[in-house]
């Protein structure tokens, strides 16, 4: 007797996509049957899901939940970004069940406390499952590096490091290359992958004393700040740096130029374990929507940048270079988004957590013929595989969390912000998605069917991840 089978004929497992029935009981996966093997009667529950495509939930593997956004003026307010409630439901309705977002240390306290805050902010209060990265910024005191391999064996082993400021206003983020060095040892030998914003800081601040000495300042400019030479070279010197740590394992976030591709293509080939995350704002949208009405909700950092970009990041999924789809997730409404209109003030990160699923597979099934399994990968298998949820997260087998999706044609739809869930406004206003979820499944629960809602806030659990050494040692998705 099982609590629930879902019947499927377009149903993607780790062994290929098929027809098959997924049988649920309590929170996991209970078995993957040939059609039919269990009537109706042996089931409380039976979904027919024929006709739709079914995998495991969605993985978005960056956002931020709660996250500050400093004010324009100085002394000004902080506004807030909405928390893990608003982000997690609006995951579930568009087929993610589980998110990564930061428990970030800013010089004050130990790793423990970071974390104990976050733990305030999340545990129930969300829809999702969930996990954070552990964020350092500025310079590590000697005393910290024991604390990283406590937390990583904790179940944070993704440690986040910014080579960047990103804006003069937002001084201290960046990490010197010493203490990255020093974190890179820690990483290796405790079990951790380290999660990068690579940008050349030294290139970033000289364009922005030029653009502001050329008078310059709107953000239509960001990609002349945050430009593809600064990805090379960062991309270039913080892998040379993890090869003399003995190839410490690197997950390059929201990878945004061809120059950034390249480099963890040519690390790969040499046999070094480097994955890259693209944001699905990073292949839809170039430097040219700035342009547009209310231009900055399209932007996130890096920045946008040019149609050639976009083709390598396209072209990276397929070689391998490019590992997973995430969002960089900043829920918060358009006038927050919109205050600030200069190089060094605009707001970063996007809501787009709701339709990243639906757009990827209109994206890469519809337009591009990826098959099933490449499109799974890319937004929930991979990321479960590389930030160490794999085969608990992002599969649909046996003994496997009975996390599930149900992508529906006919639900089809032109997005709009009104019929989203998570802000008041979405760079995706008008996109025509071939898809739309019809069934989110979090371990078994049915927490949305044809846009009904049965979440509750306690659903949510906290994940503890370890990365496999396969993924640590070789570059091995
Ligand atoms: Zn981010």
Redesign the pocket.
Known sequence: MFDLIIRGDQVVTPQGTGAWDVCIQGDTIAAIAAPGTFDDSQAGQVIDARGKIVIPGGIDP?I?SLWHIPPLEEGGEVTWTDGPDVVSRAAIHGGTTTLLD?ASWQQKGTLEEVINVRKQDWTGNCYTDYGYHVLLQGAIPPELMPQIAEVIQEGYPSIKIFTTDITPSRRGRKMNHGHIWEVFKVLKKEGGIAAI?AEDDEIVMHMYDVLQREGRMGFENLAEVHNTMSEDLSFRRIIRLAEHVDGTPLYM??VSAATGVAAIEAARAKGFPIYGETLHQYLMFTHEHYKRPNGQIYH?YPSLKETSDQDALWEGQLRGSISSIAT?E?CCNLSTKTQGCRIDDTT??NAGCEPRVSVMYTEMVKKRGYTLEKFTDLVSTNAAKIMGMYPQKGALAAGSDADIVVLDPGQSRTITAARLHESDYTPWEGYESEVWPSLTVLRGKVMMQDGEFFGDRTDGKFLKRKVAEAIRNRPAI
Do not use: L, S
């Open positions: 960056h931020h930061f914003h976030m929201h996130t960089d900043i970063g990160g």
